[in-house]
């Protein structure tokens, strides 16, 4: 009888190279791939030539396949096939409904591996040397979508706004006008906030300033997804903060100096 496995597989934050060994390991041995937009197409070439790669991601405004279809995708595949990938950006475990499609499958009798990813949260900030914990500076990260399932803006920003944590939201590019009018509302238009696009790639961009001139500022660098949104006095490390009239190294001295 023929074994049926789901490997839930983090590609990482986009760069390919950032995938686990582990992650290509499962890819060579996989009968069907079925795997997300931000997936790097370099990473099917890990790939059996004769194994079947079918797209299946969503993008703002497109959905190849609902998540209920890829259920029953993973279902159809696994039975008739055997070793199904599922191939997601980042980590499949967050903002990557990895945990539904593995409770689907374990209902169904199909053995599940996961298989963690890098996560652009942490990953694409820290490529471009922003960390998002800080000694002295930030104790603590939340990291959150930027819109709910509804379309509204998710109600954990705004409360993770009154904090002095290190904010990074995915997903959130266009709700910047609401974000940037929440600390507004608070009164925290001084807010340092980074914009970074593509991050690990070769066309990545980033944008740095405060909320009260960040919109214009993304606007004249036309940003737009995918990108995450740093939010926090962290930012100030980065280098682009010196034309701020900020220097870094004070950041650093009040850091090392706790």
């Known amino acids: 009888m023929m074994k049926k496995k789901l ?8 760069d390919p190279e950032l995938i686990t060994l ?17 997936v790097h197409p370099d990473l099917l070439g ?52 990895g945990y539904e499609e593995l409770a689907f499958a374990q209902q ?30 930030s104790e603590s990260c939340w990291i959150t979508t930027g819109t709910l399932a509804d379309g509204q803006l998710s109600n954990d ?4 706004a009154h904090s002095s944590a290190t904010i990074v939201v995915l997903m959130g590019v266009h709700k910047l006008p609401e974000i940037v009018a929440l600390y507004h509302h ?12 593509n991050g690990s790639l070769p066309n990545e961009k ?26 926090g006095e962290v930012v100030k490390t980065h280098p682009l903060f010196s034309t701020e009239n900020y220097h870094s190294e004070n950041v650093l001295a009040t850091a090392h100096a706790h």
């Open 46 to 97: 890990y790939a059996s030539p004769e194994s079947l790669k079918i797209f299946v991601g969503k993008r703002k405004g497109f959905k190849a396949y609902t998540q209920e279809e890829i259920h029953e995708l993973i279902l159809h595949y696994a039975t008739h096939y055997g070793h199904v990938v599922r191939l997601k950006g980042g980590d499949p475990f967050l903002f990557g409904r």
């Open 7 to 14: 490997s839930l597989i983090g590609a990482g934050p986009g």
């Open 22 to 38: 582990k992650g290509i390991k499962a890819l060579q041995s996989a009968q069907v791939i079925l795997y997300d937009a931000l």
């Open 157 to 160: 920003l705004q409360l993770a």
């Open 186 to 197: 608070l009164k925290k238009e001084h807010m340092p906030v980074a914009i970074i696009q």
């Open 108 to 137: 169904h009798g199909i053995e599940v591996e996961v298989i963690p990813g890098i996560s652009s949260a942490i990953a694409v900030p820290e490529l471009q040397h922003i960390p998002v914990t800080l000694r002295g500076i």
């Open 206 to 231: 980033i944008v740095t300033g405060y909320m009260h001139d960040i919109l214009e500022k993304a606007s004249a660098a036309a940003i737009e997804s995918p990108a995450i949104i740093v939010i």
